[in-house]
């Protein structure tokens, strides 16, 4: 069964300014411990099934995805179009609070 994880916050690369490419890494908390991971690791725990993630707007969770834009994978709501609005509308984690 994979593990479910809620994502709250996200951190963004200083020198990227396409959508697709400026989410560094997403982070929250589970069971009550903060965590972070580096895109790369939730794209590969989506797609192998290992883990699942979803972010909360008002009352609705929405899946986070693995989408493809120029032959480059990234992270998006499920009901984002193009670009990652949802996630890049979350805060920055507090890199103090958050453990890699």
Not at 8 to 18: A, E, H, L, T
Request: aromatic fraction near 12%; charged fraction near 25%; glycine fraction near 4%.
């Amino acid at each position: 069964m994979a593990l479910i994880r809620q994502v709250s916050c996200i951190r963004k690369r200083n020198y990227y300014f396409d959508p697709h490419e400026i989410i560094e890494s997403l982070g929250g908390e589970y069971l009550g411990a903060p965590w972070r991971l580096p895109d790369f690791m939730v794209i590969h725990y989506i797609k192998t099934g290992l883990e699942k993630y979803f972010v909360k707007v008002g009352h609705k969770k929405l899946k986070i995805i693995v989408a493809t834009y120029n032959n480059k994978e990234y992270l998006k709501a499920e009901t984002d179009d193009y670009s990652p609005d949802t996630l890049l509308a979350l805060p920055l984690c507090d890199s103090l609070k958050v453990i890699k």
